[in-house]
Nanobody, 126 residues
Framework: QVQLVESGGESVQAGGSLRLSCAIS????????MAWFRQTPGSEREGVAS????????RYADSWKGRFTISRDNTKNTLYLQMYSLKPEDTAMYYC???????????????????WGQGTQVTVSS
């Protein structure tokens, strides 16, 4: 059974940084698209960044490109999202997601992901 557990979300001041972690268990090493999504109340989940394990290819939504970095530690089976220069509009619940498919340009569509974590809250105050 694949399980994803996020951590690292907290309340920070604008301009600060955070690193979110997603501990992955039950996933046999193989090709996968791993991603971070975010959701605010009343809105759908939106893709922030993805990483394809086979090639290491990363993709970012334009809104966060240059400020957020997605990475993976294979030895710890953990996915990360490093967040810099945080803004109040970055406030959201952040989720990690995984699917064994190579999603390519479809990476930001939540319906393509089979496995999800429970989310971790990031709150950025001005």
């Amino acid at each position: 059974q694949v399980q994803l557990v996020e951590s690292g979300g907290e309340s920070v001041q604008a301009g600060g940084s955070l690193r979110l972690s997603c501990a992955i268990s039950g996933f046999t090493d193989g090709p996968a698209t791993m991603a971070w999504f975010r959701q605010t109340p009343g809105s759908e989940r939106e893709g922030v960044a993805s990483l394809y394990t086979t090639t290491g290819t990363t993709r970012y939504a334009d809104s966060w490109k240059g400020r957020f970095t997605i990475s993976r530690d294979n030895t710890k089976n953990t996915l990360y999202l490093q967040m810099y220069s945080l803004k109040p509009e970055d406030t959201a619940m952040y989720y990690c997601a995984l699917d064994s498919a190579s999603l390519g340009s479809w990476w930001s569509r939540e319906e393509h992901y089979r496995y999800w974590g429970q989310g971790t809250q990031v709150t950025v105050s001005s």
